[in-house]
C-alpha cells in the first residue's frame, strides 16, 4: 500500500523500511574513492550492489556485484542511493521505477534548492517520473540510517540500536547528531536526511516514527513544512504519546534566508510555531546540543514532574551556586522534611556540615557506603522530585588510604543507579575539565546504565522545565 488515509491524514506508507535487504550504490565514483559505496558497505548486512556505467573493477569489492545499470542486477532491490549528477537522476529514476525500486535516497542538490525556475521544474519531474511507485528521500539529502540493518551513509556510525528516531532536513546536523551520540550515550533506531523533501517530507517521516514500534523518542530539526500539509500534521499528532522534541530551524531573519538558500523551505511565522509545538505538546528547544540533551535525559528516566530538586555537592560553595542556577530556572530547592533531616544526621560525621539541601559531602565522599546511604534517604523524601549531584572528577582520583578501589567505584556506580531504584531522575556533574583519564571506565558504565553526565549544569537544567511540563499535559490528557 503507497498511500496510508485516514480522516484527515493522508501520508505516504514506508513500513517497508523495517526489512530492506538490498541496496544499489548508483554513481559509484572512482574520483572519491568510491565514497558512499564504502561507507554503506562498512556494515550493511544484507546484498549491496554497484551501478557505474564503466567501472568493471572496484578494489575489495566483489567484481559479480557491479553493473551498468540498476536493470541488469539479478535480485530485487529495495533501496537504492542515487550520487551523480542532476539532470542525470531522471533517466535513472526511470530505471528504478522499472525495477520496482520501493525507496531512493537522491543525494544530489541543484533540484529546489538551487532556488532556480530550472531547479524547481527538474524536481517536479523527478516527482512526476517516480509515479508515485518509489518514495524519495531528497533531492539534496542523505537519506537513511538505520543501524539494525547496518544501512549508514558514512563510516564510524555507531551500530548499537537504539529507541531514538531523528528527522532533519540538514545531513550535515544528521551527522552532528550521530557522531555525538556515541558520547552522550544515546543510540538511535533510524535517522533520516530528507533535504528537501519533494516527496517524503517531515509529515510522512514523522508519521511512520510516531507508529514505529522501534522509536520511543522522536528528535526533529525542521526548517519549514509544505503548503497544506498542517492539518494532516494536526492529524498524526492528534492522539501521540510519544515525546517529540523539535530544534526550528530559521527563526531569525537571517536564519529564515539561509533556510530558503538550504532546501528551500519557507520558515514561517515563529510565534504560530510556538503556539502549534505548545498546542500539541511538543517540547521546543533552542540548539542541536538542548535536542540530544533532553533525548538524554527522557532515555535515561522517561518524561517526569520536576519542580523539587534537592543537590548534592563535594564543594559547599558550589552547592550554593547550584542551588542559585536551579532558582532561575524556575524550579526549587526547598528543605528536606524533618525525619529525613533526623536521618541524614544520623550519617553525618563531618564538623560543620548540615543536614538540609543543598547537602554538602566534602571529604566525608571517601566514606562511600555512607554516601550511598544519605543518596537513599534524599531520594526516599516525599517532597523531593530529583537530585542534582556534583561530582568533580578529581574526587574520583582517590586517596592512598582507599585500598580497594575497584570496591570504592563499584558503591560509587551503586549510589548512582539509586534514582532508577527511586523513580527518580539523578543528575550527575562531572565537570569536562576535571574528569581524569582513568576514570573513562567508570564513565562509561554510567552511561551504558542510563544515568545522565554532564560537565555544565547549564546544559541541562533549561531542559527540565520544558521535559516537566510536558509529562503534565501528557498525563491530563490521559485524565
Known amino acids: 500500500m503507497d498511500i496510508i488515509k485516514k480522516k484527515d491524514i493522508v501520508v505516504k506508507d514506508i513500513s517497508f523500511i523495517n526489512d530492506i535487504r538490498s541496496i544499489a550504490i548508483i554513481g559509484a565514483s572512482k574520483k572519491r574513492d568510491y565514497f558512499f559505496l564504502r ?26 556485484k557491479i553493473y551498468s545499470s540498476i536493470l541488469e542486477i539479478p535480485e530485487a532491490i529495495d533501496f537504492a542511493f542515487i550520487a551523480i549528477p542532476a539532470k542525470k537522476v531522471l533517466e535513472v529514476m526511470d530505471e528504478c521505477v522499472e525495477k520496482g525500486v520501493k525507496l531512493v535516497t537522491v543525494f544530489t542538490s541543484e533540484f529546489s534548492d538551487a532556488g532556480t525556475e530550472e531547479g524547481f ?12 511507485k518509489v518514495k524519495i528521500l531528497g533531492p539534496n539529502g542523505l537519506g537513511l540510517f538505520y543501524p539494525k540493518l547496518g544501512i549508514a551513509w558514512r563510516t564510524g556510525f555507531p551500530s548499537v540500536t537504539g529507541n531514538i528516531g531523528f528527522i532533519a532536513q540538514s545531513g550535515g546536523i544528521c551527522n552532528i547528531a550521530i557522531y555525538s551520540s556515541i558520547e552522550l550515550g544515546i543510540n538511535f533506531s533510524k535517522v533520516f536526511s530528507y ?17 514505529d514500534p522501534e522509536t520511543e523518542i522522536i528528535l526533529c530539526y525542521l526548517e519549514g513544512i509544505k503548503e497544506g500539509r498542517i492539518d494532516t500534521l494536526k492529524g498524526i499528532l492528534k492522539n501521540n504519546t510519544k515525546p517529540i ?48 540533551h533532553t533525548a538524554r535525559l527522557i532515555d535515561c528516566y522517561g518524561s517526569f514532574k520536576l519542580q523539587n530538586l534537592a543537590v548534592i555537592s563535594i564543594s559547599g560553595g558550589y552547592g550554593v551556586v547550584l542551588a542559585d542556577l536551579i532558582e532561575k530556572s524556575g524550579l526549587e530547592v526547598p528543605p528536606f522534611s524533618p525525619n529525613i533531616q533526623s536521618e541524614i544526621s544520623k550519617k553525618f560525621f563531618m564538623v560543620g556540615t548540615s543536614p538540609n539541601n543543598p547537602l554538602d559531602f566534602a571529604a566525608q565522599f571517601f566514606a562511600i557506603d555512607t554516601v550511598k546511604e544519605v543518596i537513599g534517604i534524599v531520594l526516599s523524601d516525599k517532597n523531593i ?16 588510604r582507599i585500598k580497594d578501589t575497584q570496591a570504592f567505584f563499584n558503591v560509587v556506580f551503586e549510589s548512582l543507579s539509586l534514582g532508577h531504584k527511586h523513580n527518580k531522575p539523578l543528575i ?5 575539565l576535571t574528569r581524569p583519564k582513568t576514570i573513562s571506565n567508570l564513565l562509561t558504565k554510567i552511561k551504558e546504565n542510563k544515568i545522565t553526565i554532564f560537565g555544565d549544569p547549564q546544559e541541562f537544567l533549561p531542559l527540565l522545565p520544558k521535559i516537566s511540563e510536558f509529562f503534565k499535559k501528557k498525563s491530563n490528557k490521559k485524565v
Do not use: C
Open 385 to 400: 522530585d530529583g537530585l542534582v549531584m556534583d561530582l568533580p572528577g578529581f574526587y574520583l582520583t582517590l586517596p592512598p
Open 121 to 132: 521544474e527538474l524536481e517536479k519531474e523527478l516527482l512526476r517520473r517516480a509515479k508515485n
Open 428 to 432: 550527575l556533574i562531572t565537570h569536562h
Open 39 to 64: 561507507n554503506h558497505q562498512y556494515a550493511f548486512k544484507g546484498n549491496l550492489y554497484a551501478v557505474h556505467t564503466s567501472a568493471e573493477e572496484i578494489p575489495n569489492f566483489p567484481k559479480d
Open 195 to 211: 533535504g528537501n523533501g519533494a516527496n517524503l517530507d517531515f509529515v510522512d517521516l514523522l508519521s511512520f516514527l510516531i507508529n
Open 245 to 292: 522534541i523539535v530544534l526550528k530551524g530559521g527563526q531569525s531573519e537571517i536564519g529564515a534566508i539561509a533556510a530558503k538558500t538550504h532546501t528551500a523551505s519557507i520558515s514561517g511565522n515563529n510565534k504560530i510555531w510556538k503556539n502549534f509545538f505548545r498546542q500539541y505538546n511538543i517540547i521546543e528547544v533552542d540548539s542541536l546540543e538542548q535536542l540530544l
